[in-house]
């Protein structure tokens, strides 16, 4: 019987009359594993090779890493310059990796890359006076992006400042919260609940770095 072995993980250095060893099969060993924990390059795969979407890891590993959506159901009355708080991640919000905090209303990415963010506050009708709103997305503590001015008169609709850009983050210490200023003198009532629902943040990772 005729055996055969290759050396350097190449399978066109096979040589009748060898028996294989595991220092001969170790290249393909070690491709394969790379190939398994997702490290995919033009050496792994040809470029007529294709993966399927539903093959793709899901959740919190996958394709939605990163995604979340809070919003303030909460009563909430602030003061001009406030970082606001979203407090509830649940029921019409998610938080699919855990990176968002309802109890600071911060969030902070941890996986170094590119992201979507974007987000709403508004007020009920009827504050009483003219109000004018601008919200402001603040990454580490500076701020990044300024959103919509909205400018309220005391008996119309309700008002809206909203806005939304990507960013990037470092995956580790950076992270990204709202912040409302406005001119109300004293502290103004945010619309809250998810009927409609006019204050929120949500965002997702669209690309690592």
Known sequence: MTTFAYTSGDPSHLTAGTNATMADIQGPFVDLRTFVNGNISDINLSSSAAINENKLAVGSSGLAKGAF?????????????????????????????GWFDTTTGRYTPQVAGYYQ??????????????????????????????????????????????????????????YFEVNL???????ATLQVGTTPQYTYFCGQLIGRS
């Open 69 to 97: 959506r809070a919003y303030r159901n909460a009563a909430y009355s602030v003061v001009t310059n406030t970082n606001l708080v979203f407090d509830t991640d649940s029921g019409v919000g998610f938080d699919v990796s």
């Open 117 to 174: 963010l974007s987000w709403a506050v508004g007020t009920p009708a009827g504050t009483g006076t003219d109000l004018t709103l601008i919200t402001t997305l603040r990454k580490s503590g500076t701020p990044e992006v300024v959103g919509g001015t909205a400018v309220q008169r005391s008996a119309s609709a309700p008002t809206v400042s909203s806005g939304s850009t990507v960013v990037i983050a470092n995956g580790t210490t950076d």
């Open 181 to 187: 200023q406005h001119t109300l003198g004293a502290s």
